[in-house]
Every structure is written in structure tokens, then in C-alpha cells.
């Protein structure tokens, strides 16, 4: 089992920044790739970033200029730095971590709003 806390969101202005943690505990020896998504009202939800246990990291186009992915590995933490904020980020914020085993965990989300 692996659990995902994160935490950062909140409440910012358009063209505003937040950093998003996602913090891993458990079988955290079994993950290969940690990424961030979110979930926007009334909509599915969408890939933001991720990055593997090398470092390579992926991302949506909309977010590649504006956001970056990174990871501490000996904070078990993955971070999303979030810049140029626009309102259409506005949404819960998910981390998810995937296993050697292809099983997914996923944290409990955490609320951006982009707002002025």
C-alpha cells in the first residue's frame, strides 16, 4: 500500500503561484512514476505532469511553459510549482502514484482556486 498526503492549494489571483506537495508513506520502494492531476467542476480528470524515478517528467501542453514537476527523493515528496496561474486551473489538484505492479494510488486532492 502506498498513501499520498498533499497539500498547498489554496486561494490566488490570476497570474499568481502555488506549490503543490504530495507527500508518499508505505510500499514507497514499489512506485516507478508520481504525477500530478486534477479535476476541474464538471469535467474528467486530466494529466498535469508526472515523473519517473529518474527524473524524467511529462506534461500536458497547456501546463509545459507554466508549471514544473520535480521530486525529493529523500522527503519521499513530489512537488508542482504552478506559475502564471489562469483561472481555467481552477480545480482539485490530485497526486498519484503508480507501482512496479501497475496498481494506482491516488491522494485525496487538494482545492486550487484561481480568482481575483
Known amino acids: 500500500q502506498v498513501q499520498l498526503v498533499e497539500s498547498g492549494g489554496g486561494l490566488v489571483q490570476p497570474g499568481g503561484s502555488l506549490r503543490l506537495s504530495c507527500a508518499a508513506s508505505?510500499?514507497?520502494?514499489?512506485?516507478?512514476?508520481m504525477g500530478w492531476y486534477r479535476q476541474a467542476p464538471g469535467k474528467q480528470r486530466e494529466l498535469v505532469a508526472t515523473i519517473t524515478n529518474s527524473g524524467v517528467t511529462n506534461y500536458a501542453d497547456p501546463m509545459k511553459c507554466r508549471f514544473t514537476i520535480s521530486r525529493d527523493n529523500d522527503k519521499n515528496t513530489v512537488y508542482l510549482q504552478m506559475n502564471s496561474l489562469k483561472p481555467e486551473d481552477t480545480g482539485v489538484y490530485y497526486c498519484?502514484?503508480?507501482?512496479?505492479?501497475?496498481?494506482?494510488?491516488w491522494g485525496q486532492g487538494t482545492q486550487v482556486t484561481v480568482s481575483s
Open positions: 508505505g510500499s514507497i520502494f514499489s512506485i516507478i512514476v
Open positions: 498519484k502514484a503508480l507501482t512496479l505492479r501497475g496498481i494506482a494510488f
